[in-house]
């Protein structure tokens, strides 16, 4: 293979790493028709990746004067108590014409990985484009694994086999049944084997507020009179940033009683997510979960197109180098 030189990522490598971005982007939109177009063009990555340049160091792939690939990522203070690093979707690539992606994912994270190290951040995460099958396999061989996915559909209908559903939407008198669904989630987080610590369910007086905000809609649904499951959706929320657009109504939250799972609930609830998103001019729909959730993971990948994995990977703390 052509020698690979791995340096500092400069200001003069962003131009060509907005072009790597915008191939990989443009292939992935091939599987995702509907996400957004706009984050295709270079004169929309660049300034994101100006961001990321300053905010820490990065590194560069070049072969023969040309970038074959880089990494960066912005530093985090807290995430789940232990301060980390993120690479984000647009933070990342390799494009090669021929040889072996995965030896240049190799060579760029043991560059880089040292610096993320010496500050202190033994948690790194990576989120790569769900097509990226090299560049995630690689991952794994470097001891990364996945947590968390965002994924994104067209709003065309979905049938659910369940016929005896009452779905409404929840207004302020509904707040107590919304919260207590909330909490259940909260507790089916916590619980094996996802044993997502730190989630909080609303205060009332934040579910109340979020019931009467006309931006989001809270769909109850009800089987013989007792509400058994919700799902909640507004604006684009904490998505990965290649959906963050006017056009995408992201779903935030849902839950479905044990007893009812199975029964068409969860689908009957996103089938009205999808109208009302249609009706308020939405264009596609996204979710985030994490992918060691069994049920959530098995629903909405039965539903969405995976666009993004959040790739997680912890260090021994004993690694840090002793500051003096």
């Known amino acids: 293979m052509t020698k690979t030189t791995i340096t500092p990522l400069t200001e003069d490598h962003l131009a060509d790493a907005a072009h790597i971005v915008s191939r990989r982007y443009g292939a992935l939109r091939e599987t995702a028709p509907c996400l957004p177009a706009r984050y295709g063009e270079t004169e929309v990555l660049m300034p994101m990746l100006v961001e990321l340049l300053n905010a820490g160091p990065g590194v560069a792939a070049v072969v023969e004067g040309k ?49 993320w190290v010496a500050d202190g951040r ?12 090299t560049g995630i396999e690689t991952w794994h061989m470097l001891g990364f694994g996945k947590a968390g996915a965002d994924a994104v559909r067209g709003l065309d209908p979905v049938v659910s086999p369940a016929n005896d559903i009452e779905i409404r939407r929840a207004g302020a008198e509904d707040v107590e049944a919304y919260r207590r669904l909330e909490m259940n989630l909260t507790d089916h987080l916590g619980a094996t084997p996802t044993y997502l610590a730190g989630h909080e369910p609303d205060t009332l007086s934040e579910c ?37 657009d006017a056009g995408t109504s992201s779903i935030t939250g849902a839950y479905t009683d044990p ?7 969860a689908t009957a609830l996103l089938n009205r997510a ?3 998103a249609r009706e308020r001019g939405y264009v596609r729909c996204a ?12 629903f909405w990948l039965r539903h969405f197109t995976p666009i993004t994995y959040a790739l997680e ?8 180098p002793t500051r003096n």
């Open 259 to 265: 007893a009812a799972r199975g029964t068409g609930v």
């Open 287 to 298: 979710v985030d979960f994490e992918t060691m959730n069994p049920q959530a993971r098995r």
């Open 208 to 244: 109340l507020d979020l019931l009467e905000n006309p931006g989001y809609a809270a769909w109850l649904a009800s089987r013989g009179g007792q509400v058994i499951g919700y799902l909640l959706q507004g604006p684009v929320g904490g998505n990965a940033r290649i959906l963050r």
């Open 274 to 276: 999808l109208t009302w």
């Open 313 to 320: 990977r912890h260090i021994d703390a004993r690694a840090v």
């Open 67 to 115: 970038l074959v690939g880089f990494l960066a990522g912005f530093p985090i203070p807290g995430f789940r108590g232990l301060p980390a690093v993120i690479s984000p979707e647009y933070g990342n690539g390799v494009w090669l014409e021929s040889g072996d992606p995965g030896y240049i994912w190799d060579a760029m994270y043991t560059a880089l990985a040292p610096h």
């Open 122 to 133: 033994t948690v790194h995460l990576v989120v790569s484009f769900a097509d990226d099958a």
